[in-house]
């Protein structure tokens, strides 16, 4: 099991948060501004709102990808992610 942390900063171009892999990932998300996640291409409309200071736990399944998107502006996205080997 290997664990990751990353601060990414979230823009109105979508963008890959978790990168595909070919085991199961845990991602815990912090947000500091609102933000939309779903799939790499996700838009305002498709994704899942996380408002100001949300804080959600994902799995991510084996051959998936996670992505990120802001409505406006720019803000930050902690991410913590745990491989599970």
Same mark, same amino acid.
């Given at each position: 099991? #290997? ?5 990414? $900063?979230?823009? /109105?171009?979508? @963008?890959?948060?978790?990168?595909? %892999? +070919? !085991?199961? @990932?845990?991602?815990?998300?912090? /947000?500091?501004? #609102? $933000?939309? !996640?779903? +799939?790499? &291409?996700?838009?305002?409309? $498709? *994704?899942?709102?996380? %408002? +100001? &200071? &949300?804080?959600? /736990? ?9 992505? #990120?998107? #802001?409505? /406006? *502006?720019?803000? $930050? ?7 599970? &080997?």
């Amino acid at each position: 099991m #290997a664990t990751s942390t990353s601060k990414v $900063t979230v823009t /109105t171009t979508a @963008q890959t948060i978790v990168s595909l %892999d +070919n !085991v199961t @990932q845990y991602v815990y998300l912090h /947000t500091k501004g #609102a $933000t939309y !996640v779903g +799939n790499t &291409d996700v838009t305002t409309e $498709t *994704g899942f709102l996380l %408002d +100001n &200071d &949300d804080h959600i /736990t994902i799995t991510v399944p084996e051959g998936c990808a996670l992505g #990120a998107v #802001a409505s /406006t *502006g720019s803000h $930050t996205l902690y991410v913590l992610t745990t491989r599970v &080997d």
